[in-house]
């Protein structure tokens, strides 16, 4: 995976979601998260599946059954209920990681229309379409078959189709947008230059005055939004401190367990 969510670094939230080209493993940077995944999560409406990169799996569904590797493990009352709650913590948290990827795209798209607004350019309208394609394959890495996915693998698999993908396209489209609209924006430097007066530091100060005012009400957007991905890192640990006492209970699940410590270099 090479890009947990251009969305979330590339494009906006830079401190929301990260890789370290150098670690195989997801990461949410930032202070605050102290753990990756390891693993990959099925949600469905009656079951949660934990599964390993070598295909071995755990299932927990709502009536109480835990199977692993398609054998049921009998559970005390105690047990079935440290499950239960473990699996109610990852339906209410782990959907939060897709809802902050595809507010990314929003704010992307509200820089974007500031900048076009600005300079009255017109040739955005790829870059648009462009983006809606990456809401869609954001919204297909996360909601599959009915299911919410996250874990090691999906993040793997956005990352390789999105580089083969999107990465050249969104390139494209840039360039073909500024050559485009290159009338347009020297028209709309001219008409700049000419309200002050023709006076170059003034120019620049005008135009400085316009990135900050741009780059403001995005940032005040991405600055909400890496707030809630530090959050949900905070919520991360507190889960896996609950997987390692769930271990404890059974330890039939250590080898499925969701998140990891990260390693201190």
Known sequence: MKKL???????????????????TNISFSGDSCEVEFQNDVRIKPSELEIFTADNHSMVFSD???????????ALDSE????????????????????????????????????VASAFNIQGFDSINELM??????????FYQQGAFVMGQQSFNEFGENFESHFDEQIESAVESAMMQSMGSILMALGSELMGSGGDMQAFEQRMENMGAQIEQKVELQ????EKRADALCGNFSTIAEQEQQL?????????????SYKQNN
């Open 132 to 141: 809606a394609d990456i809401e869609v394959e954001v919204e297909n890495t």
């Open 5 to 23: 969510l251009l969305v979330g670094s590339l494009f906006i939230a830079t401190g929301a979601i990260a890789h370290d080209d150098h670690d």
């Open 79 to 114: 047990q079935r209920q440290a499950i239960s709650d473990y699996s109610d913590s990852l339906r209410s948290q782990l959907p939060e990681v897709a809802n902050i990827a595809l507010e990314g795209v929003k704010i992307a798209g509200v820089a974007i229309e500031e």
């Open 63 to 73: 009536n109480g059954e835990l199977l692993i590797d398609g054998q049921t493990l």
């Open 222 to 225: 991405a600055n909400q939004l």
């Open 247 to 259: 271990v404890q209970l059974v330890p039939e699940l250590k080898n499925y367990q969701l998140f």
